[in-house]
């Protein structure tokens, strides 16, 4: 099931909030890549490849934008957060980019997915709780 946006998944800030979007379409054409094909080998690896790649080079691009805006705002979590981006970036590396394997992405996507909305429900959005204390939430 394709992934939605909604504003619960706010963070206050206008540029993160927009690359969090780009996130998760970029997900869902992942997610729709391998399920298609799944369903039609004829189709081949080829879009999974493509898609993996662009959400891949997403992710990673997103992160290194965010964790500068977390510095610059002077959000105290920064460094840790930092390093649970930096694992998911492996893992992801390693899934998605260095070796992809169909069966494997198909078995870890469940995984894949639920860890891009943990992370922007807990830790992203705790990012926000910060621009709430400093009155910024919504003003960026
Ligand atoms: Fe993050
Ligand atoms: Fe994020």
């Not at 840790?80 to 260095?98: G, Q, S, V």
């Not at 891009?116 to 990012?127: G, K, P, T």
Request: hydrophobic share 45%.
């Amino acid at each position: 099931m394709a992934m939605e946006w909604t504003d619960a998944l706010s963070v206050g800030h206008s540029v993160v909030d927009s690359q969090h979007k780009g996130l998760i379409d970029r997900l869902n054409g992942l997610v729709a890549a391998v399920t298609q094909a799944l369903d039609d080998e004829s189709v081949g690896m080829t879009q999974v490849i493509d898609q993996a790649a662009a959400f891949f080079s997403y992710f990673e691009e997103h992160s290194e934008s965010e964790e500068a805006f977390m510095r610059q705002l002077l959000y105290t979590r920064v460094d840790c957060h930092a390093k649970h981006h930096r694992l998911f970036i492996n893992t992801l590396r390693t899934l998605l980019i260095d070796d992809p394997n169909l069966n494997a992405i198909k078995i870890n996507m469940p995984f894949i997915e639920s860890a891009v909305i943990d992370h922007l429900e807990r830790d992203d959005r705790d990012f926000g709780e910060h621009l709430r204390t400093l009155g910024l939430f919504g003003t960026l």
